[in-house]
């Protein structure tokens, strides 16, 4: 009977998948647990809030909304950074002015990628992983790859099982004896989908639970009270929805056709 051969590859498929999820939520367990103590009164800075609630990428837009509000960088409405201070008041600004380029002037969207992928950004991420405050990048990976293959091998078990009931009838078994058969393997995966959804939700892709519980202490005040360092922890913990500013707002939200993003 062909269909048995398809059973146990979805099994296969299920299993293995399904342990590698188990096994890379243990280790992430395991790193939040043997994380580094850290201080209950440690203030955050204004780049370790953005970075723990939204990774690099928020650190770069957090850097430019600065320089914009200080107006020693435009920010277009049309998508385009032009610099007007070139002096930098520290690494990740520098990294932004150098990814304008010497021509000082360039399209939003690069200069935040490059920004974001800066030497200033993976020394601020080490600091904060050496302090127990960030998710290893390994940790945050090796969960996401889990995950992906645990779906992937859940569309698999329906392909087989579609291969096998599509088959001529088999002599003996039912056509819907060999879905059930093949269900079971499905439920193991939703199941293991399921199950990593509702503990994983909690957590946060960047901040560890000692760096999650430093940001739920941020002051949450308007973006709009006139408080310059509260919009900007707004921001960074929110993201650019947090400006008020249609036009700068707009600025980040501007895709370049031509890169199609």
Do not use: K
């Amino acid at each position: 009977m062909f269909w048995v051969l398809l059973l146990i590859l979805a099994w296969a498929f299920a299993g293995v998948a399904c342990t590698r999820l188990c096994l890379a939520a243990v280790r992430s367990a395991d790193l939040d647990s043997d994380g580094v103590p850290t201080d209950p009164e440690h203030d955050l800075t204004l780049y370790e809030a953005a970075f723990l609630s939204g990774g690099p990428a928020r650190v770069a837009d957090v850097t430019m909304v600065s320089m914009a509000r200080q107006r020693r960088l435009l920010l277009a409405h049309t998508g385009w950074a032009t610099v007007v201070d070139p002096r930098g008041r520290d690494d990740i600004e520098r990294s932004v002015i150098g990814a304008i380029g010497p021509e000082g002037q360039s399209r939003i969207a690069p200069v935040r990628a490059a920004a974001a992928g800066a030497e200033a950004v993976r020394r601020l991420s080490d600091g904060l992983v050496r302090a127990g405050l960030a998710v290893p990048d390994g940790a945050r990976t090796t969960v996401a790859d889990g995950v992906r293959q645990v779906r992937a091998a859940a569309l698999a078990v329906c392909a087989l099982g579609l291969a096998a009931l599509l088959m001529p009838a088999q002599t003996g078994m039912p056509r819907f004896l060999v879905a059930l058969w093949f269900a079971l393997p499905l439920v193991l995966t939703v199941s293991c989908l399921a199950i990593a959804r509702i503990e994983a939700h909690p957590r946060s892709r960047w901040a560890s639970p000692a760096g999650q519980r430093l940001l739920g202490a941020l002051p949450r005040r308007p973006a709009g009270d006139g408080d310059e360092r509260s919009f900007l922890t707004s921001v960074a913990v929110r993201g650019v929805r947090a400006v008020g500013e249609p036009e700068l707002r707009a600025a980040f939200a501007h895709r370049d056709q031509r890169r199609g993003e």
